[in-house]
T-cell receptor
Framework: NAGVTQTPKFQVLKTGQSMTLQCAQD?????MYWYRQDPGMGLRLIYY???????DKGEVPNGYNVSRLNKREFSLRLESAAPSQTSVYFC??????????FGPGTRLTVL | RKEVEQDPGPFNVPEGATVAFNCTYS??????FFWYRQDCRKEPKLLMS???SGNEDGRFTAQLNRASQYISLLIRDSKLSDSATYLC???????????FGTGTRLTIIP
């Protein structure tokens, strides 16, 4: 039981490049989330998916797209990376009682 | 006003001491409350849920005050391993989204 896994762990991009962050959970959770965490800002929700086939915007969705590929997988895509998207990205899934379980994070630097 | 507010600290506390954090929330409809712990360069992990009657888990005690809209976390007999950032988390009823505070940084000093 791996919980929530994310790939890659680290990534450096140049401005304008694109990439997809992958997330998978093996806990059979319906809800999955993508957050970014910046110093002094706390965790901010980018997108979430309440169930397979649905996605909704969070607090800071601009510049991102998501795909809920199936119940296990929820990916985050940066179509044209900008330096403002330098951050740590966490994927999470939600279990019973509202508890969220987080992946280990992806540290992204955009030059 | 932020939805969830915490004192960012840092709190520097000697080993063995008792330390308490408060967190205030603005949405009176909020129904679920949690404390998460985040170690440096790691993901947040659930420390404990917060129940209306208050609850205890070993050295940790969490309390909820709905009238004043705050939750608290008390750590007794603090250990070096308690050094971390503690995140206050609120979930309005029926809402898929959790709202995270920016965290309180705690350092336990030998």
């Amino acid at each position: 039981n791996a919980g929530v896994t994310q790939t890659p762990k680290f990534q450096v991009l140049k401005t304008g490049q694109s990439m997809t962050l992958q997330c998978a959970q093996d806990m059979n959770h319906n809800s999955m989330y993508w957050y970014r965490q910046d110093p002094g800002m706390g965790l901010r929700l980018i997108y979430y998916s309440a169930s397979e086939g649905t996605t909704d915007k969070g607090e800071v969705p601009n510049g991102y797209n998501v795909s809920r590929l199936n119940k296990r997988e929820f990916s985050l895509r940066l179509e044209s990376a900008a330096p403002s998207q330098t951050s740590v990205y966490f994927c999470a899934s939600r279990g019973g009682g509202g508890t969220q379980y987080f992946g280990p994070g992806t540290r992204l630097t955009v030059l | 006003r932020k939805e969830v507010e915490q004192d960012p600290g840092p709190f520097n506390v000697p080993e063995g001491a008792t330390v308490a954090f408060n967190c205030t929330y603005s949405n009176s409809a909020s129904q679920s409350f949690f404390w998460y712990r985040q170690d440096c360069r790691k993901e947040p992990k659930l420390l404990m849920s917060v129940y209306s009657s208050g609850n205890e888990d070993g050295r940790f005690t969490a309390q909820l005050n709905r009238a004043s809209q705050y939750i608290s976390l008390l750590i007794r007999d603090s250990k070096l391993s308690d050094s971390a950032t503690y995140l206050c988390v609120v979930n309005p009823f029926g809402n898929e989204k959790l709202t995270f505070g920016t965290g309180t940084r705690l350092t336990i000093i030998p």
